[in-house]
């Protein structure tokens, strides 16, 4: 359990004991799975605040079923989205699944994943809606064993290995960062392969980043690297020149169950993808110039790493990636560029995808190249008043939104945006009207009609809370929380009968759903008792 302790200490010194106390118990979180394994001592706890899962190994959290979904898939995709025609592939590190689950979306023969701890996998059963049972999949092929020795023995040719270790200054991690691994990994690949490993820019000195880089590079000379959320990114290495295919991209975006996984991601077109793009392997060859090796016989960044663990590196290690990028684009086969680059739609995609991952001033550019190629470009205005709003620039995320309106009166989606924003300002009259425009324009989508009720309970206009949720609840699927909203306006008014066959409707629906509203608690709890 060293690592947690170790890695949060910094966290602590800056709680109040009460907090501390909090912390050392785990913030009332549930534990679902715990085994002290052989290499590692595995915990699975689930936050209550917000349902998220995570999996700490050695008291250190190393996945999650929230914030690290996007690198988790990511780290699957990139790689085979960048194949030509895969068919076998290898994944170091089960942790939860999600990885080789994005890997398992692509049409593989074989998939063999490699995982050292028999715990993890064990543990790995609590992310099953996550990773979709993926250990099920008949083409996954689980080996558990060391990474290393796996491949020092085993002759097994691989088009693509994708390699997520825990982070640089976790003892021993080091080796898997090594000019010898990278040596072995090269060894396993097959003609035209890939190697795909995640690396963190967080907590590591700019010149330990480098040091990871050049030891990737110096196996792989065909490195470019990618960007998935701030703090991570991942090395796409080959031996031979590899130029990357805008049509083999594009067919391998289309496979249904990888599209999905994708556009959950807001990455709407292949090209999208170049939101995670950073550098070519030119760049990556200034950016490691004159920079040291990691060895198995001299691991500088074993002693080195850990030095950084509480600092923060994230944005100089941001600046100075960006510092060696050319643009958008790598070089790229069957691609007019010049046609994509004049193309509005390409811009608002690409602004998406960045604004997803928060990468805000890069979407924001990317909305203002849309707007200034096509100034009737009405999504772009849009993109852009989000962004403005999710930096508190109310008057420009107004302004925006208005004029998307001017352009294109008949979108609902608009008027909802704009009526959320009157919303957050205490802006009664003004949200309403946009509410209900949007909801003229189109009455199916539920979430206008349920914004509008939400609306109006917080005026204390009960009933037409109650008429709004009503008309929510007709298409919606998921109705339990609506449900709970409908008792709470009831309850307001003293309609206790009322209020209780709301609260038996949903519990009927979600028996586990658990209401946060102290005030209807006791009377869900009581309903929600066994009858003797």
Not at 73 to 84: K, Q
Not at 423 to 447: F, M, T
Request: charged share 25%.
């Amino acid at each position: 359990m060293s690592s947690g302790p170790s890695v949060y200490a910094q966290n602590y010194a800056y709680f109040d004991d009460n907090e501390r106390k909090q912390a050392i118990s785990g913030f009332d979180e549930e534990l679902l799975y715990y085994r002290e394994g052989l290499e590692a001592t595995i915990a699975v706890r689930k936050r209550p605040r917000t349902g998220a899962v995570v999996m700490a190994v050695n008291g250190k959290v190393d996945a999650s079923s929230t914030g690290d979904m996007y690198t988790q898939l990511m780290i699957g995709h990139i790689p085979l989205l960048l194949s030509a025609n895969p068919e076998t592939a290898m994944v170091v590190g089960l942790g939860s699944g999600v990885t080789l689950a994005a890997a398992a979306q692509h049409p593989l023969k074989r998939i063999d994943c490699v995982e050292i701890e028999p715990a993890v996998v064990e543990a790995s059963k609590f992310f099953k809606a996550e990773n979709r049972d993926v250990l099920e999949d008949p083409r996954v092929k689980l080996i558990e064993n060391d990474a290393r020795n796996y491949l020092a023995v085993n002759q097994q040719k691989y088009d693509v290995i994708i390699s997520q270790p825990s982070n640089l200054w976790v003892a021993g991690m080091a080796n898997l960062f090594s000019l010898e691994f990278y040596q072995l990994c090269k060894e396993r690949l097959a003609s035209g392969g890939i190697l795909c490993q995640w690396a963190h820019t967080y907590h590591i000195s700019p010149e330990n980043l480098r040091i990871v880089v050049n030891t990737f590079k110096s196996v792989f000379p065909y490195t470019s690297l990618w960007y998935t959320v701030p703090g991570d990114i991942v090395m796409v290495g080959s031996v031979e020149e590899v130029a990357f295919d805008y049509l083999q991209l594009a067919e391998n975006y289309s496979v249904h169950s990888v599209m999905a996984d994708l556009q959950s991601l807001d990455i709407r077109e292949p090209l999208a993808l170049l939101s995670c793009y950073i550098l070519d392997w030119d760049s990556v060859g200034r950016l490691t110039a004159d920079s040291r090796i990691n060895t198995d016989d001299h691991p500088v960044l074993e002693f080195s790493a850990p030095r950084s663990i509480y600092q923060d590196t994230t944005i100089a290690n941001h600046e100075m990636l960006f510092s060696f990028r050319i643009g958008e684009f790598p070089e790229m086969k069957n691609l007019d560029q010049q046609q994509i680059t004049d193309r509005a739609s390409f811009w608002y995609h690409l602004g998406m995808a960045y604004d997803f991952k928060g990468m805000t001033e890069e979407a924001r550019r990317s909305y203002e190249k849309a707007i200034s190629i096509d100034e009737s470009f009405a999504p772009a205005y849009v993109g852009l008043a989000l962004n403005f709003r999710r930096e508190g620039k109310t008057e420009d995320a107004v302004k925006n939104l208005k004029k998307a309106i001017e352009i294109d009166p008949s979108d609902a989606e608009f008027y909802y945006n704009l009526a959320q924003i009157y919303h957050s300002q205490g802006l009664r009259d003004e949200a309403v009207s946009n509410y209900e425009h949007a909801i003229k324009l189109s009455p199916q989508p539920c979430k206008y009609h349920h914004k509008l009720a939400d609306l109006f309970m917080e005026y204390g206009e009960y009933w037409s809370a109650i008429r709004g949720y009503d008309s929510a609840l007709r298409g919606e699927l998921n109705k339990t929380e609506i449900l709970y909203s409908m008792a709470k306006a009831y309850n307001a008014m003293d309609m206790i009968n009322a209020a209780t066959a709301r609260l038996r409707e949903a519990i009927a629906i979600d028996p586990l759903f658990t209401p946060p509203d102290k005030e209807l608690s006791a009377l869900f709890n009581s309903l929600n008792q066994p009858k003797n």
